[in-house]
């Protein structure tokens, strides 16, 4: 599934879109998002956690590395692998404890075993000042919610 994205919030409007088409049980559920610097995949996020009900500020976690959110709607664990190097630094850091709720991932390159398990990859790309977005299902139900949005 594809979509030219003109502004802001278009990305804005296609994070919701994918947070609709989400269970209502989004644990274990891991969303992939890349592309170059400032191609929006915090806008993405940012919107995606709003949408979940979230009211507050969403700060980067590029220094934290996980933003964690316990929502009366699920958890969501907004990820940046910017600063990371070694996915081993991942393990010792119980990231395999995220299973709890819904990840949210950007540079998900710097950590391949972790990328290996995502239900959906969100891939933006710069098309002159706008974007473009490619949503690609990882697993079956992955797969399916690409499906649920035009
Ligand atoms: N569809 C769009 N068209 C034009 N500008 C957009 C669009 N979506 C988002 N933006 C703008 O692009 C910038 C994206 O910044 P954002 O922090 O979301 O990028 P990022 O991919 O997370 O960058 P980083 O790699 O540094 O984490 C913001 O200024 C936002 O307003
Ligand atoms: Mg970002």
Not at 47 to 52: E, F, N, P, T
Not at 61 to 88: A, F, Q
């Amino acid at each position: 599934m594809t979509r030219f994205l003109p502004d802001e919030q278009a990305t804005m409007t296609l994070a919701s879109e994918v947070y609709r088409a989400l269970p209502r049980d989004r644990a274990g559920w891991t969303i992939l998002l890349t592309g170059e610097l400032g191609a929006g995949k915090s806008t993405f996020a940012r919107a995606l956690i709003k949408a979940a009900g979230h009211s507050g500020s969403v700060p980067s976690p590029t220094y934290t590395l996980v933003e964690p959110y316990k929502l009366p709607s699920g958890n969501i664990y907004h990820i940046d692998l910017y600063r990371v190097s070694s996915e081993d630094e991942l393990y010792y850091l119980g990231f395999d404890e995220l299973d709890d709720g819904l990840c949210l991932v950007e540079w998900p390159d710097r950590a391949p075993r972790l990328a290996e398990a995502a239900d959906l990859l969100v891939e933006l790309r710069y098309e002159g000042s706008a974007r473009h977005a490619t949503l690609t299902g990882r697993s079956a139900r992955g797969h399916a919610l690409t499906q649920k949005i035009n």
